[in-house]
Structure formats: structure tokens, C-alpha cells
């Protein structure tokens, strides 16, 4: 899922909507700015969480050969148990030793909570792109098949190795539909 190489451009604040671009290229922590969204109303929906073959887009992004392990995680994020944020993580098992080990079995906490009580945490520019609902899984709610959500992605680094996450935000999504 969520491949096509082609949709992932650099963030160009000039090329998103003004009531978009607080959420989309907001360096913070998305959970952190979920919690606050929904006044505490949050929870991790764990969707997927085992090694996976990672997309050639993905494998390209993290500079890995087809024969590399990945675990890959896949996650709504729900606020006022709808599903805001579908998250999509890939973990090369290389990323995942020593004291990052006990990800291989993280479960449904947040991923980004972890990443981003990291001190010496890392993180890439932004990539956006218009992502087809279609290429969401099924979980990730209904809605018209030409509907475009906005999507981000960047690689996050553990001990100087990389890790991608997406970020699709999903149409029950209120903070930009409310304004």
C-alpha cells in the first residue's frame, strides 16, 4: 500500500492549502497534537505489526535491498473513536537492535510517543502526496473512490538508521473540516 513513488513531492509550503499546512508539515508530534484535538479522546488502533515486504517506493526511501528485512506497522489513529490518521511505518530489522529491540513487539502503542521522547531523535523533511482512498486498507473507513486525502511521509532515525512513517489523514478528520 501506499506506493507510487511518483505522488511523494518535498513539502512545498506554496503548494498546500493554508488550512492544511499547519497539520501537514507540523514538525511536532502528531499523537502529542492529537490528544490536545480531541481533548485526551485518542487511541491507537492497531491494524498490522509483523515482517512484511516493504513497497520498492519504501525501499527506495530507506536505501534498502529487496532482500532486506522490514517490519512494517500499520495503525489508525483514532480520536472520538473515529479514524483520523492512518499511519503506515516501516522498521528495517537493522533499525530494530539493542535498546530499539523491543519494537519488533510494540503492540498499540504509538509509535510516535516512542520516537519523540527521544532525545537524540532525527527526523527528515516532509514529503507530501494526494493519496487515493483506494490505496488505504479497507479499515481505514469508507469514502469515495476519487476522493484525495493528503498523505505525509518521513524517515525518522534510530542510532543513524532510518525509518520510514506515512501519514494519511482520513476524511473523519475535524481540525481542518471544522475550520
Not at 50 to 73: I, M, N, Q, Y
Request: proline share 8%; hydrophobic share 40%; with cysteine.
Amino acid at each position: 500500500m501506499m506506493a507510487h513513488h511518483s505522488r511523494w513531492q518535498p513539502a512545498s509550503p506554496q503548494t498546500i492549502p493554508a488550512h492544511v499546512r499547519p497539520w501537514l508539515l507540523d514538525h511536532g508530534s502528531l499523537t502529542a497534537r492529537l490528544l490536545a484535538a480531541s481533548d485526551g479522546q485518542f487511541r491507537v488502533q492497531l491494524l498490522h505489526h509483523g515482517w512484511a515486504k516493504a513497497s520498492p517506493d519504501e525501499r527506495e526511501a530507506l536505501g534498502l535491498g529487496s532482500r532486506d528485512a522490514t517490519l512494517v506497522r500499520e495503525v489508525l489513529l483514532r480520536c472520538h473513536d473515529e479514524p483520523w490518521v492512518y499511519a503506515r511505518s516501516i522498521l528495517p530489522a537493522r533499525a530494530l537492535r539493542g535498546r530499539h529491540r523491543h519494537l519488533r513487539s510494540f503492540g498499540a502503542r504509538s509509535l510516535g510517543a516512542y520516537l519523540f521522547s527521544r532525545v537524540d531523535i532525527q527526523r527528515d523533511p516532509f514529503e507530501v502526496a494526494r493519496m487515493p482512498s483506494t490505496a488505504l486498507p479497507p479499515e481505514a473507513g469508507h469514502c469515495d473512490a476519487g476522493v484525495l486525502l493528503w498523505a505525509r511521509r518521513s524517515r525518522f532515525y534510530l542510532d543513524n538508521e532510518p525509518v520510514l512513517v506515512a501519514e494519511v489523514f482520513l476524511p473523519a478528520f475535524q481540525p481542518w473540516t471544522a475550520g
